[in-house]
């Protein structure tokens, strides 16, 4: 796979997690024209001590004039750290 036009977007915390942070990778494959994207993200809250419980971090990708679909999910919980 060669990729080429890699695109990096930060990411940071939200009120619920307030000292998470992290950051999308975009890119093409040049062969086929698909995205590349890969998400790396740091000091994220276990999702069970959020102030509405949650079992886990997903991934929301949505295509122009689509609707969302997940597309990951962060599943370990006990790590503050995780890729995808």
């Not at 009120?15 to 890969?38: H, I, M, W, Y």
């Not at 990708?61 to 997940?70: A, D």
């Amino acid at each position: 796979m060669f990729v080429y036009g890699a695109t990096k977007f930060p990411l940071k915390g939200t009120a619920l997690t307030p000292a998470a942070r992290g950051e999308v990778e975009v890119s093409t494959d040049k062969k086929n024209g698909n995205s590349n994207v890969k998400i790396k993200v740091e000091h994220l809250a276990p999702p069970e001590n959020l102030t509405t419980a949650m079992i886990g971090y997903l991934v929301w990708f949505t295509e122009k004039g689509g609707n969302p679909c997940v597309s990951g999910q962060n599943e370990n919980r006990q790590e503050p750290e995780g890729q995808l």
